[in-house]
């Protein structure tokens, strides 16, 4: 029920933030149906509350998880799929619109064409308000982040990438950036980067196979975005500033010091406000220094940066994981 309610408010409170002034349109809509036909309001209310629920209950299981697994992030991630169930409510909202037009034609007599024309810079107010906030080519999630996982490697160092974030990311700086044009990078979701390693398979198992041969013959020279175990193999990983690198024997000790200084984290100090995907990535690096410092048996700055990661990114269940990796795995 909590994970239910939270997908709810999550959803009208960005409809609200969204489109505005359309919400007050919206009621009007309704009353204006209601007035005009009341079965058909009550076909487009009942209507509108199945596909809501069936949304809410749907984001998830669609893809595989179960309703309470990820509720935040899958949450945070599936909002395209809100646009599909915005159709209805904008165009009650629209009915909403034109009953003010025609009220306002009969009691002053103002041109209806006029106000259509006079609405219509409501859109483009809306899309110049919207615009620096989903505009990511500049900031650090959408530019820096892929920046300071490519500035970790040296020419010739294998990456293999996983998700959406970080692969999208490293597919915008290297082919419209044109940067690390010359670093491979494999794509182990076979999505978007370079997938000629796993040849035809799309097998997991499969895939997985020719991951862990690979890194057995170049062992000292790959690097994961993620956390990287093969206990059939034999190999492991360990940090190396925000990526991974591989191993098979006693587990080498890297100090991340240098690489840390190196990365830009500008989104972080430039707005409090950040969302919940962008603190999940911003934790990272916080999560980093804190096992750099448990690795240094530096037990208390071990356990200030966990503080600090659980402020910024607590409600995220992967940076959640990776504090319990932390604290029963190094410390």
């Given at each position: 029920?909590?994970?239910?309610?939270?997908?709810?408010?999550?959803?009208?409170?960005l409809?609200?933030?969204?489109?505005?002034?359309?919400?007050?349109?919206?009621?009007?809509?309704?009353?204006?149906?209601?007035?005009?036909?009341?079965?058909?309001?009550?076909?487009?209310?009942?209507?509108?509350?199945?596909?809501?629920?069936?949304?809410?209950?749907g984001?998830?299981?669609?893809?595989?998880?179960?309703?309470?697994?990820?509720?935040?992030i899958?949450?945070y991630?599936?909002?395209?799929?809100?646009?599909?169930?915005?159709?209805?409510?904008?165009?009650?909202?629209?009915?909403?619109?034109?009953?003010?037009?025609?009220?306002?034609?009969?009691?002053?007599?103002?041109?209806?064409?006029?106000?259509?024309?006079?609405?219509?810079?409501?859109?483009?107010i809306?899309i110049f308000?919207?615009?620096?906030?989903?505009?990511?080519?500049?900031?650090f999630?959408?530019?820096?982040?892929?920046?300071?996982?490519?500035?970790?490697?040296?020419?010739?160092?294998i990456l293999?990438?996983?998700?959406?974030?970080?692969?999208?990311?490293?597919?915008?700086?290297?082919?419209?950036?044109?940067?690390?044009?010359?670093?491979?990078v494999?794509?182990?979701?076979?999505?978007?980067?370079?997938?000629?390693?796993?040849?035809?398979?799309?097998?997991?198992?499969?895939?997985?196979?020719?991951e862990?041969?690979?890194?057995?013959?170049?062992?000292?020279?790959?690097?994961?975005?993620?956390?990287?175990?093969?206990?059939?193999?034999?190999?492991?990983?360990?940090?190396?500033?925000?990526?991974?690198?591989?191993?098979?024997?006693?587990?080498?000790?890297?100090?991340?010091?240098?690489?840390?200084?190196?990365?830009?984290?500008?989104?972080?100090?430039?707005?409090?406000?950040?969302?919940?995907?962008?603190?999940?990535?911003?934790?990272?690096?916080?999560?980093?220094?804190?096992?750099?410092?448990?690795?240094?048996?530096?037990?208390?700055?071990?356990?200030?940066?966990?503080?600090?990661?659980?402020?910024?990114?607590?409600?995220?269940?992967?940076?959640?994981?990776?504090?319990?990796?932390?604290?029963?795995?190094?410390?």
């Amino acid at each position: 029920l909590p994970v239910i309610k939270f997908r709810l408010y999550n959803y009208f409170i960005l409809f609200i933030k969204n489109y505005n002034i359309i919400i007050i349109l919206f009621f009007t809509g309704l009353y204006y149906t209601y007035t005009k036909n009341k079965n058909v309001f009550f076909i487009l209310s009942v209507f509108f509350v199945i596909n809501t629920v069936l949304l809410i209950l749907g984001i998830e299981t669609s893809t595989g998880f179960n309703l309470s697994s990820l509720t935040t992030i899958s949450l945070y991630i599936s909002r395209g799929f809100y646009l599909i169930n915005d159709l209805l409510p904008i165009t009650i909202s629209a009915c909403g619109l034109f009953f003010l037009f025609d009220l306002l034609n009969d009691k002053y007599k103002i041109n209806t064409t006029f106000m259509c024309v006079i609405f219509l810079f409501f859109p483009f107010i809306m899309i110049f308000n919207n615009y620096e906030l989903n505009n990511q080519s500049k900031k650090f999630l959408g530019y820096d982040h892929p920046i300071n996982i490519m500035n970790s490697l040296n020419k010739g160092n294998i990456l293999f990438s996983r998700n959406d974030c970080p692969s999208f990311n490293i597919l915008y700086v290297k082919y419209v950036k044109n940067k690390y044009r010359d670093y491979v990078v494999y794509d182990r979701d076979a999505a978007t980067l370079d997938i000629s390693i796993y040849g035809k398979t799309k097998d997991k198992k499969k895939m997985q196979t020719i991951e862990s041969k690979f890194v057995l013959e170049n062992v000292n020279n790959v690097f994961f975005t993620d956390y990287y175990d093969d206990k059939n193999s034999n190999i492991k990983s360990t940090s190396y500033g925000i990526l991974f690198k591989t191993y098979t024997d006693k587990e080498p000790y890297y100090n991340n010091v240098n690489l840390l200084q190196l990365y830009t984290i500008r989104d972080y100090f430039n707005n409090k406000k950040l969302d919940l995907f962008y603190n999940d990535f911003i934790a990272k690096y916080f999560i980093a220094k804190a096992e750099n410092f448990a690795k240094c048996n530096d037990r208390q700055n071990t356990l200030k940066w966990i503080d600090f990661v659980e402020k910024i990114g607590g409600k995220s269940p992967a940076t959640i994981k990776e504090i319990i990796r932390i604290v029963f795995g190094e410390l």
